[in-house]
């Protein structure tokens, strides 16, 4: 009986290895047929084509497994050979690193994002042309390359300071000009993008406006770096979508940066996605960014959670310094002071 047992198993290897050869067959078929649907425009998912495969696969099975369990077997195939499908597609997106193996070096006055490892700091908002020299002088000062500072602001509440506007665009430039720093700031609309290029050296999309189509196509004809943040309630593959629309506009000057999810957690004011961010680097070409502050929202967490990224690998960290932050205008709770900002670079600092 058991030499038995011995001859059937070894007639089983035989069958599995010959199942394997006609998956592997099938799989490149499907291949082919999804390489010709994507040059076509067709979407690889034809659930009338499926349909009839469980159909006349039920219809003709010999048993003995049941039909729902052929239906079941065949649907994991189906499912397996449409993830072949999609893969093919992934070469072509402009952002993944399929197509482009060597990541990006964004270069953006003297900062080299993907090349070195920085920080991005400066206030939340920019509220008056000393607070911003003040700062600017402090960061230099500390090494810091790029300086951030907002003139727009996309504030919860419409009746919430709205920003400078174009005086706070040229008090950000001049303060980043005068100490040799590049300047970032978020631009809301499409009828802003090309005042704010003339001060701006990268231009900011907010997590407010990722999937603001209309303005992800405008910075990406405009010819200044973009740094890209991940929207609060978006996916990983949105955000990568998000970034293709400014990379598809001839813009390949893309940085993405994760700023935090909203989750259930109420300690922290977003919850800072690490794989997101590490997934980035894995797939795309971009630099990456963490925004430290918007993700956690609190002050105590953000050297400990700029370490974490850095050490994974992110190109920079993004963190909000102001000189007196109890009166700052917005985010007045999450905001570094100087002394702070010292005890976080020096935290980092065998990591930069
Ligand atoms: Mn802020």
Same mark, same amino acid.
């Given at each position: 009986?058991?030499?038995?047992?011995?001859?059937?198993?070894? =007639?089983?290897?035989?069958?599995?290895? @010959?199942?394997? %050869?006609? $998956? +592997? /067959?099938? !799989?490149?078929?499907?291949?082919?047929? *999804?390489?010709?649907?994507?040059?076509?425009?067709?979407?690889?998912?034809?659930?009338?084509?499926?349909?009839?495969?469980?159909?006349?696969?039920?219809?003709?099975?010999?048993?003995?497994?049941?039909?729902?369990?052929?239906?079941?077997?065949?649907?994991?195939?189906?499912?397996?050979?449409?993830?072949?499908?999609?893969?093919?597609?992934?070469?072509?997106?402009?952002?993944?690193?399929?197509?482009?193996?060597?990541?990006?070096?964004?270069?953006?006055?003297?900062?080299?994002?993907?090349?070195?490892?920085?920080?991005?700091?400066?206030?939340?908002?920019? =509220?008056?042309?000393?607070?911003?020299? @003040?700062?600017? %002088?402090? $960061? +230099? /000062?500390? !090494?810091?390359?790029?300086?951030?500072? *907002?003139?727009?602001?996309?504030?919860?509440?419409?009746?919430?300071?709205?920003?400078?506007?174009?005086?706070?665009?040229?008090?950000?430039?001049?303060?980043?000009?005068?100490?040799?720093?590049?300047?970032?700031?978020?631009?809301?609309?499409?009828?802003?993008?090309?005042?704010?290029?003339?001060?701006?050296?990268?231009?900011?999309?907010?997590?407010?406006?990722?999937?603001?189509?209309?303005?992800?196509?405008?910075?990406?004809?405009?010819?200044?770096?973009?740094?890209?943040?991940?929207?609060?309630?978006?996916?990983?593959?949105?955000?990568?979508?998000?970034?293709?629309?400014?990379?598809?506009?001839?813009?390949?000057?893309?940085?993405?940066?994760?700023?935090?999810?909203?989750?259930?957690?109420?300690?922290?004011?977003?919850?800072?996605?690490?794989?997101?961010?590490?997934?980035?680097?894995?797939?795309?070409?971009?630099?990456?960014?963490?925004?430290?502050?918007?993700?956690?929202?609190?002050?105590?967490?953000?050297?400990?959670?700029?370490?974490?990224?850095?050490?994974?690998?992110?190109?920079?960290?993004?963190?909000?310094?102001?000189?007196?932050?109890?009166?700052?205008?917005?985010?007045?709770?999450?905001?570094?002071?100087?002394?702070?900002?010292?005890?976080?670079?020096?935290?980092?600092?065998?990591?930069?």
């Amino acid at each position: 009986m058991r030499t038995r047992i011995k001859e059937l198993r070894s =007639e089983i290897d035989r069958i599995n290895r @010959e199942l394997l %050869a006609l $998956l +592997a /067959e099938r !799989g490149r078929i499907a291949q082919e047929i *999804g390489r010709i649907q994507t040059a076509l425009d067709l979407p690889h998912y034809d659930p009338v084509r499926e349909a009839e495969m469980l159909d006349y696969l039920t219809r003709e099975n010999p048993g003995p497994f049941p039909n729902e369990t052929i239906k079941h077997l065949f649907k994991e195939i189906f499912k397996a050979s449409l993830t072949l499908e999609e893969a093919e597609d992934q070469k072509a997106f402009l952002y993944s690193r399929r197509g482009h193996p060597e990541p990006t070096v964004v270069e953006a006055g003297p900062a080299r994002f993907g090349a070195e490892k920085l920080v991005i700091a400066g206030p939340c908002s920019i =509220e008056s042309q000393a607070q911003m020299e @003040e700062t600017a %002088a402090f $960061l +230099a /000062e500390k !090494g810091v390359k790029v300086l951030r500072g *907002g003139a727009y602001k996309p504030r919860t509440s419409p009746y919430a300071f709205q920003g400078l506007g174009e005086a706070g665009l040229e008090i950000g430039r001049d303060a980043a000009r005068r100490h040799g720093m590049a300047f970032v700031t978020e631009v809301m609309d499409t009828r802003d993008v090309e005042k704010v290029a003339e001060y701006a050296d990268i231009l900011q999309v907010g997590a407010r406006n990722m999937q603001n189509f209309a303005l992800l196509k405008e910075v990406g004809r405009a010819r200044k770096p973009v740094l890209l943040k991940r929207g609060m309630s978006a996916t990983v593959e949105e955000w990568f979508y998000a970034a293709e629309y400014i990379l598809a506009q001839g813009n390949d000057r893309v940085i993405l940066a994760e700023r935090g999810i909203r989750t259930f957690e109420k300690w922290t004011r977003n919850t800072l996605d690490l794989s997101g961010a590490v997934l980035a680097k894995q797939e795309t070409h971009l630099p990456v960014v963490v925004d430290v502050t918007h993700a956690a929202g609190r002050t105590d967490l953000l050297a400990p959670l700029a370490r974490a990224a850095l050490a994974a690998g992110v190109d920079a960290v993004h963190v909000e310094v102001h000189p007196n932050p109890l009166v700052a205008l917005s985010d007045n709770r999450q905001q570094l002071d100087f002394a702070g900002f010292e005890r976080f670079l020096a935290a980092i600092a065998d990591l930069l």
